[in-house]
């Protein structure tokens, strides 16, 4: 689906800020590989999704452990009010997974596991209004 140009100026914004929290957090978060992000942009910033994603399971066990998932969230909620984007709750927005859990249970495939994250979201979502 074509973005509008003001939408596509915000997934623009937002875009810059995470690769900028992604690079830091590169350096900052032991086993921290990648991040990307969805959104639904008639329900934006509520609708925002931003995965980090680790090596393997173990690594995202051992980060939490270390409370470094607040490291990780405060980089990217600090990077996307620079943007001027303010995620209500930024601890539903942004989730931890693993290549090892994809692999294992979707054969690698993110688009197919991070399209079942959006569908869960927004039953919960429904369920809590």
């Not at 596509?8 to 690769?19: P, R």
């Not at 509520?46 to 980089?75: G, H, Y």
Request: aromatic fraction near 6%; charged fraction near 20%.
């Amino acid at each position: 689906m074509k973005l509008s140009k003001t939408n596509q100026k915000i997934d623009n914004n937002v875009c810059k800020a995470l690769t900028i929290a992604c690079e830091s957090s590169l350096h900052e978060v032991a086993g921290f590989v990648w991040l990307t992000h969805r959104a639904n942009y008639t329900n934006f910033p509520a609708s925002l999704v931003i995965t980090c994603v680790f090596s393997t399971n173990e690594e995202v066990t051992a980060m939490k452990a270390q409370q470094q998932d607040e490291v990780l969230r405060l980089s990217i909620q600090k990077q996307l009010v620079k943007v001027g984007v303010v995620a209500k709750n930024i601890k539903q927005c942004v989730h931890f997974d693993s290549e090892q859990a994809c692999q294992a249970q979707h054969s690698g495939d993110w688009e197919a596991r991070l399209a079942l994250r959006i569908v869960k979201q927004k039953t919960m979502s429904r369920r809590t209004h």
